[in-house]
Every structure is written in structure tokens, then in C-alpha cells.
């Protein structure tokens, strides 16, 4: 079957750093999406990787190695907005995207 | 309008009840998708159309139908409804199918009693 793993739940500091991980077994690789949702509202794209490496955009960056099935998504100079839930999402060898059931993140002053 | 809206924003609904969700895009994507999400469940695709006349069915499909009469619009009916379709439903839509970005719409709040 096809899994994504993220844990369920991170607590960090304001101007912290974090790093929320993502694992995955799918059918097949065609790119790894994080998505951002705030509580009540939809989910907005954050970034989006299908070669190895790190992409950086401002101050979240991901990365993801292909050969261990692993993503982290990286949040530096943590502000109180950014809590919300990060879901992390990968398309398999259909196209299809399959999700993961999202990482809610609490940020503390 | 830009980007996609749902129509209505949440609704409380009787089971064995029909009901319509309605989403609506206007940034001219070629592919749509209904989408429930549920606590502690990732989002789960329900039905999917690649471009306007086609249609096709996703993880948990059962219990729903949609249409693609055009390009931006792209409507999930429940026929009848029951407690277990209780959820938040986004619907999404992408450039074209596959790798491109999906942008949601706000959701659709439904409850069945």
C-alpha cells in the first residue's frame, strides 16, 4: 500500500528553527508537496521538490532525498503565524497525489 | 471572482437527504478535484477530472458523482446522504494533471444527521 508518515504533532519556540520530517511508500515517485493549512482554512502550496537537494525560499526551505523516501520541510525565524498544520504530499506513478495526514505545529512566545 | 470558490460554506443535512456542492474556478484549469478531509485522516481524493467532459474516480468515491460540463465548474452531488459523509470538502483544481500545483477553494463544512 501506499503510506506517508509525518508526525502528529510538533511544539516550538518564536524565532526558533524546525524541521518537520516526511517519509514515504508509494507506487512510484513523481515530486513531494508541502502544503500549508491554517485551522478552518484550506490549504496553501509551500513548496515543491522532485530532484534531490534543498530548495530554499525565504525562510522555508525542503528537501528531499529520492533513495531513503524521506522529506523534511525547514522553518526558520518561527513566527506565531506560522502555526498551522504542514502536509506533506507526494504524486505517485498514476499522477495521483497521495497525503499525508499533516504535521500540526504549535508555536509558543 | 479570482481563484476557486465553494459554494455553500457549511450545511447541515439530513440524512437520505441529495445535496449539491458547488465549486467554481475562473483561473482556466484544465483539471479539477473533490477532496474530504476528515481529523487525523490525510486528504482523501474522491473524484477527479483531467478536462472539461471527463471524469474519474479517486481513493473513496462511493456515495458521490460529479459532472464537467465546462471548463470551471465542477459540482459533487451526494444522492443520498449519510452520517459517515460528515466532513470538510475542498475542492482543488491544477493546470493540468499530474505534477502542477493544486489550488484549493475555502471548503465546504457538511454535516449529516
Known amino acids: 500500500g501506499q503510506n506517508i508518515d509525518q508526525p502528529t504533532e510538533m511544539t516550538a519556540t518564536e524565532g526558533a528553527i524546525v524541521q518537520i520530517n516526511c517519509t514515504y511508500q508509494t507506487s512510484g515517485f513523481n515530486g513531494l508537496f508541502w502544503y500549508q493549512q491554517h485551522a478552518g482554512e484550506a490549504p496553501t502550496f509551500l513548496s515543491y521538490n522532485v530532484l534531490d537537494g534543498l530548495e530554499e525560499k525565504g525562510r522555508f526551505s525542503s528537501f528531499l532525498s529520492r533513495s531513503k523516501g524521506y522529506s523534511y520541510l525547514l522553518l526558520k525565524e518561527l513566527q506565531m503565524k506560522d502555526s498551522a498544520s504542514y502536509l506533506c504530499?507526494?504524486?505517485?506513478?498514476?499522477?495521483?497525489?497521495?497525503w499525508g495526514a499533516g504535521t500540526k505545529l504549535i508555536i509558543k512566545p | 471572482i479570482a481563484g476557486i470558490t465553494q459554494a455553500p460554506t457549511s450545511q447541515i443535512l439530513a440524512a437520505g437527504r441529495r445535496m449539491t456542492l458547488r465549486c467554481t474556478q475562473d483561473m482556466r484549469h484544465n483539471a479539477m478535484y473533490w477532496y474530504r478531509q476528515d481529523l487525523g485522516l490525510g486528504l482523501r481524493l474522491i473524484h477527479y477530472s483531467n478536462t472539461a467532459g471527463t471524469t474519474g474516480k479517486g481513493e473513496v468515491p462511493d456515495g458521490y458523482s460529479v459532472s464537467r460540463a465546462n471548463t470551471d465548474d465542477f459540482p459533487l452531488t451526494l444522492a443520498s446522504a449519510v452520517p459517515s459523509q460528515t466532513s470538510v470538502y475542498f475542492c482543488?483544481?491544477?493546470?493540468?494533471?499530474?505534477?502542477?500545483?493544486?489550488?484549493f477553494g475555502p471548503g465546504t463544512r457538511l454535516t449529516v444527521l
Open positions: 482543488a483544481s491544477s493546470e493540468a494533471e499530474g505534477t502542477d500545483t493544486q489550488y
Open positions: 504530499a507526494v504524486t505517485d506513478s498514476n499522477y495521483q497525489l497521495i
